[in-house]
């Protein structure tokens, strides 16, 4: 008998780390559920979805059955924490198994990133963990320890992809790029070993964030709080408009200090959402089948 049905947990990821463009990222314990189901006809689908279909079935070369598809859970649309690449990987993994399981997990994350632009946020989402993902399907994973927090400012307003690029220089002083490429390879080294208190002083960025701060106002400000109430440091989620500061105390504090610089920068917006989570280092998973 055929699978009929099938739901995918997919977690929420924060990339790029301050100064890992588009190469680094964290999976979340932040998640939504993507249920895939066979339908008797074909339903017209969303311009993203569309292109998933087109590219997997193309891929394991048959032709697309007719299915419905519906998503809940945590993770908010246009806030730097990888809402697309639910839909996508969810999708990616939910078709996949209803097809019989033709491709693996490496396959899907590349699948993933291609139709993404990117693997930063697909390679955290497939795998879990913190990853250092380069284009050609190449990742380094590594587990990250529940006593390090990510704590999340999530503010009511979006901020676009496309419109965090547009803001961004064709080009950067050399020196610029070499400060991040050290504390690129500072951050990873960290992570790996699992030696946290490092991190303090290494997620400051010249390639991204000073160009994306006008769209966050506060920004930079709530950052330096964050520092002040005990983060090891802090930067934009993804292109935003999530700001992420990352501690191992003074959780409760810092989300505060953070809150109130937010608000003194916007006083006409409503109060942002504050969480404070762990990484996820389980990835993407199949939650459960109907037959």
């Known amino acids: 008998m055929s699978l009929e049905q099938v739901t995918v947990r997919v977690p929420a990821t924060s990339a ?32 993203i979805v569309e292109a998933v279909v087109e590219r997997f ?43 019989g399981n033709p491709c693996d997990r490496q396959q899907l994350f590349e699948l993933c990133s291609e139709l993404e632009g990117h693997p930063d946020n697909a390679a955290p989402a497939q795998f879990g963990g913190f ?55 500072a951050i990873t080294a960290a992570m790996a070993t699992g030696k946290y208190r490092k991190l303090t002083g290494l997620f400051d960025d010249a390639l991204h964030q000073p160009y994306r701060a006008s769209l966050i106002p506060g920004f930079a400000e709530m950052i330096k709080a964050g520092i002040a109430a005990g ?40 109060a942002p959402r504050l969480i404070t989570i762990s990484a996820d280092n389980r990835g993407t998973r199949i939650l459960g089948k109907l037959g």
């Open 131 to 185: 990853v250092v993902a380069v284009d050609g399907g190449r990742y380094f994973r590594f587990p990250v320890e529940a006593k390090l927090k990510f704590i999340l400012l999530i503010p009511d307003f979006e901020v676009a992809t496309d419109q965090a690029r547009q803001v961004l220089p064709d080009q950067v002083p050399l020196a610029d790029a070499a400060g991040n490429a050290a504390r690129v390879a």
């Open 57 to 99: 079935f193309s891929v394991i070369g048959r032709r697309p059955f007719p299915f419905d598809w519906s998503i809940d859970g945590e993770v908010p649309r246009s806030r730097g924490l990888g809402s697309s690449v639910t839909v996508r990987l969810g999708l990616l993994t939910g078709l996949n198994a209803l097809a």
């Open 231 to 270: 983060a090891l440091g802090g930067f934009l989620s993804g292109s935003g408009s999530t700001t992420a500061c990352v501690a191992l105390s003074h959780t409760r504090k810092i989300g505060a200090a953070m809150a109130k610089v937010f608000q003194e920068a916007n006083p006409e917006s409503p």
């Open 16 to 47: 790029n780390l301050g100064p890992g463009y588009d190469c680094l990222g964290v999976a979340l314990q932040l998640h939504n559920g993507v249920t895939v189901q066979r339908t008797r006809r074909r339903k017209s689908q969303p311009a």
